[in-house]
């Protein structure tokens, strides 16, 4: 009990496993019942939490002083085989605490483990409690069933469904056949175009008695079928702003299609509304899009995949050039977070009905895809996608073409391939887009990872020289980091704040002007090993700056512009400067703080 100390407050040391009490004081008659009460109720909290926890019974939650802190337990009133009984007798299914006794400072205090549960828990008055962050909450609607489903093995999906083998659609069937096959699993698309029963009998579509489950007939049924299915339905809407008048574009009762058919038609409808622009780095074309169809397909089958259809409601689709969002009926398990969907291991709500739309590559069932997601958008310099648990699940994609200096500089060599699609380096350099600087403790909630493992991953960044840490706070735990100047110079133009200062590459530029009086974009591309774009926005950064200005003799635009020394001197060439900010330099650039002048780059 050493952490607690003078200004003792348990909230900096209680958790999501951690939770303290006091016994009650003496001569309330009352007291004792309504204390063993909340007691139980705590350690229902805890038994249907991810991890158990643990009761530290004999400590205030806050005090000025350790003393006043730990005011122990009368171990002669309340003895711990007695406390341990009373909570096997309170709650049911009936759980046994792990007990202790520790002597802090002279003074007893009773500490419970309680184990990880394998079933739904509640008191035996019917209170059903979860915890949740460093709080317990009530557990009732959709987080009391989704809790049931995975502790006691329920699936909805793999439920009898009450149609025939007669009632699926051929087309649909088709179409998983030719997925099967894209995927290259040609035996299982050959069982599931000439005998579907056996088909799905082998991929669990079937029931034990040999009939479809509600998955098939999700995936696969015909209008028909799909009306057995209560509370079946997407609906799609269009705006030409957040807040503009929609543009109904499927509605509820549209919904006639299976979802092997369904989603394709989802992605066209939606895919057909992107923004998009095509560019060439090397021999490679790059689309810059407003939503990839990667990100799109996940959230988009994730929806369908998760939703929990006993609860009300369809999945709603809302377009608009700002934000995509999607919802579907049904918060998150308690077994998940929002903030850690990015690495969390999830168990599906509908296992069966997940387990073949990862098989037909329709969604990714471990994880929920959430990492696809994340890559899809960071690979572009987005913003991560927002999550919003609640009654209903949201997703929302922040709209707008991707930038394009961030992707040229994702193929450069200045990025390390093995680094190119790392979803964390991704994310850290997205966030330094917007931020001078970023630490393991302020960037550790983008990444959805703790601290001490988010500082290896900018370790990481550092020794590949993507980033480097400030001089003033090199000798931290966690340290400053800032981009490092190779990164600043292919990132230059996608950075929303001011990046005055002569880098080294700078330098050798200026140095070849120096002894030469001229220099190309061929010469700069010679020298920093760079394609012709990160060339030419070098030296019109260098023009800017009015240290160099078109040679008399030069043409103005296309590979053969040259450019001679204008306001070189010794001392510019020696050491970094920072050019005086203008009127012109004060001009914010859209979506962040101050920007650069808007030049060619």
């Known amino acids: 009990m050493a952490e607690i100390g003078d200004g003792w407050d348990a909230d900096s040391l209680g958790g999501t496993r951690l939770d303290f009490k006091q016994t009650p004081p003496s001569g309330d008659r009352l007291a004792p019942e309504k204390f063993l009460k909340d007691l139980a109720e705590s350690v229902v909290c805890f038994a249907n939490a991810q991890n158990g926890g643990i009761l530290i019974i004999g400590v205030k939650d806050k005090a000025a002083t350790r003393s006043e802190a730990i005011v122990g337990v009368d171990t002669t009133k309340w003895l711990i085989n007695d406390i341990v009984n009373n909570m096997h007798a309170r709650t049911s299914p009936s759980i046994t605490v792990h007990p202790h006794t520790l002597i802090v400072d002279g003074k007893s205090i009773l500490v419970l483990g309680v184990p990880d549960g394998s079933d739904v828990y509640s008191t035996t008055e019917g209170v059903y409690k979860i915890r949740l962050n460093d709080r317990c909450v009530a557990l009732e609607g959709e987080q009391l069933r989704g809790l049931r489903a995975i502790r006691q093995g329920r699936d909805w999906s793999a439920e009898p469904a009450s ?10 069937i088709e179409r998983g056949a030719q997925l099967l096959s894209l995927n290259g699993n040609d035996e299982l698309a050959s069982i599931a175009l000439s005998d579907f029963p056996a088909f799905a009998k082998a991929t669990e579509l079937a029931t034990a008695n040999g009939g479809p489950n509600r998955a098939a007939v999700l995936l696969y049924g015909n209008p028909e079928a799909l009306k057995t299915i209560f ?23 549209d919904t006639s299609l299976p979802l092997v058919l369904l989603l394709d038609q989802l992605l066209t409808t939606v895919g057909s509304l992107a923004r998009s622009q095509f560019i060439r780095v090397g021999a490679e074309q790059i689309e810059l899009v407003d939503y990839p169809r990667d990100a799109l397909r996940e959230v988009i089958a994730n929806a369908f995949a998760h939703r929990d259809w006993e609860a009300t409601g369809v999945v709603e689709i809302i377009h608009s050039p700002e934000e995509l969002v999607v919802t579907s009926p049904g918060g998150l398990l ?12 999830a168990s599906p709500r509908n296992p069966k009905l997940a387990g073949h739309m990862a098989r037909l590559r329709l969604a ?48 450069s060599s200045a990025m390390p391939d093995a680094l ?49 840490p400030t001089k003033s706070t090199t000798r931290r735990a966690h340290p400053n980091y800032l981009l490092s100047s190779r990164t600043i ?44 774009v990160t060339a030419r926005n070098r030296l019109t950064r260098l023009r800017t700056r009015k240290l160099i200005d078109f040679a008399p003799d030069s043409p103005r635009r296309g590979p053969m512009v040259v450019y001679v020394a204008t306001g070189l001197n010794a001392t510019t060439a020696a050491k970094p400067t920072t050019a005086a900010p203008t009127a012109e330099d004060s001009t914010p650039r859209p979506g962040g703080p101050v920007g650069e002048p808007n030049t060619l780059f």
């Open 420 to 468: 190119a699609t790392d979803v964390d380096v991704l994310t850290v350099l997205t966030a330094l887009r917007h931020n001078r600087s970023v630490n393991a403790d302020t960037v550790s909630t983008r990444l959805q990872r703790n601290p001490n493992d988010t500082q290896r991953i900018l370790i990481r960044m550092h020794t590949a020289e993507l980033i480097q």
């Open 489 to 532: 110079a292919g990132l230059r133009s996608a950075l929303t704040y001011r990046t005055d200062s002569i880098d080294a590459d700078d330098e050798k530029l200026l140095r070849h002007l120096k002894r030469h009086d001229r220099i190309s974009n061929e010469d700069v591309r010679n020298y920093l090993d760079c394609d012709v």
């Open 231 to 253: 509370r079946w339905g997407v609906s799609v809407q269009s705006r030409p702003s957040l807040g503009g008048d929609p543009r109904i574009l499927m509605r509820r009762d």
């Open 163 to 172: 149609i025939e083998w007669s009632q699926l659609s051929r087309a649909a």
């Open 334 to 345: 308690p077994s998940l977070r929002v903030d850690r969907l990015l690495h969390d291991a």
């Open 364 to 411: 990714e069932m471990s994880g929920l895809g959430f990492d696809r997601i994340f890559r899809s958008v960071a690979l572009l310099g987005k913003e991560p996608p927002a999550f919003e648990d609640g009654p209903r699940f949201r997703v929302a994609l922040i709209g707008g073409a991707g930038d394009e200096a961030f992707a040229r500089f994702l193929r």
